[in-house]
């Protein structure tokens, strides 16, 4: 019901940013529809006039669910490495710093266990 109510208020105002949002957020998690969430979050990025601190928000939650919900570490290093290069001084590129470190471990350990 949440979503159906977003898709009507984003009808009537494609550029609804808040309801755009919301239903990225319900597809992610509740919906389990991570690749549609991504897409609408692509849609908010692509949005003009967005605070850039909107923006690095979008595409941590992009990375984070191509990670955690499609499974695919690579894609959602290539967003964080976006969020760094784009918006270098934010908390959420700080964070990203440190989400790229902790894949790079991951990848280590994955590769000594299979050696």
Request: charged share 30%.
């Amino acid at each position: 019901d949440a979503a159906n109510a977003c898709v009507e208020l984003l009808k009537h105002d494609p550029t609804d940013v808040p309801a755009r949002e919301r239903l990225a957020r319900l597809f992610a998690e509740p919906l389990d529809k991570p690749a549609l969430a991504i897409e609408q979050v692509n849609l908010l990025l692509e949005m003009p006039d967005q605070p850039d601190g909107r923006r690095a928000e979008w595409l941590s939650l992009a990375a984070a669910w191509q990670i955690r919900y499609l499974h695919d570490p690579d894609t959602g290093r290539k967003t964080l490495e976006r969020l760094i290069r784009e918006f270098p001084h934010s908390a959420q590129a700080f964070a990203a710093r440190r989400r790229l470190q902790l894949l790079d471990a991951e990848a280590k350990a994955r590769s000594r266990a299979g050696a």
